[in-house]
């Protein structure tokens, strides 16, 4: 029997799209050049623009004219994200994630913890 594959609603979309932006952070370069930080800047605009959860997406782009993104080096544009999925959280009533770079490459770059294994 062939099982229903429904498309991801806006919390599912939500996980799999913060895992994919705080990776793409955690693997920014420490200095990237201009047209790095250019091409990231646009990327994180172009998401807002096109992000597939219409009430997300409104909210996201008045919160990158609040805060614009940050991506002068790894640690700005990853602690900008951080803030930004803070914001999101609070909204939510999450609890908010501790932003400091130990953590954030603990989370999402390289564990200490044995039972996860690194393959990038
Ligand atoms: P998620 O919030 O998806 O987080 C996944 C994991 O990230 C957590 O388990 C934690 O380990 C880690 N994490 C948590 N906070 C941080 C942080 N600050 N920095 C680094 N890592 C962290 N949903 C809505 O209902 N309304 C919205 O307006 C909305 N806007 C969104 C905007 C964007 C750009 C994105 C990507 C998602 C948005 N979502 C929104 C989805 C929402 O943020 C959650 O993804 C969803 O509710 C599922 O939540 P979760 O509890 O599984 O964990």
Redesign the pocket.
Known sequence: KQKVQCPPR??????S???L??SMAAWYPETPTQDQQTNMTAFMRT??EF?P?T???K??QESIKEAPVKAESRTELCMW??????R??K??G????D?NMKN?DE??KKSTNPKCQSDH
Do not use: I, T
Request: with cysteine; hydrophobic share 40%.
């Open positions: 806006s919390a599912e979309l939500g996980r799209s913060w895992k932006l705080h998401l807002a992000y959860c009430w997300c997406a909210d996201f994200l951080c803030d930004q999925h803070n999101v959280n909204k939510l999450k609890p908010v994630f932003c954030l989370r999402w």
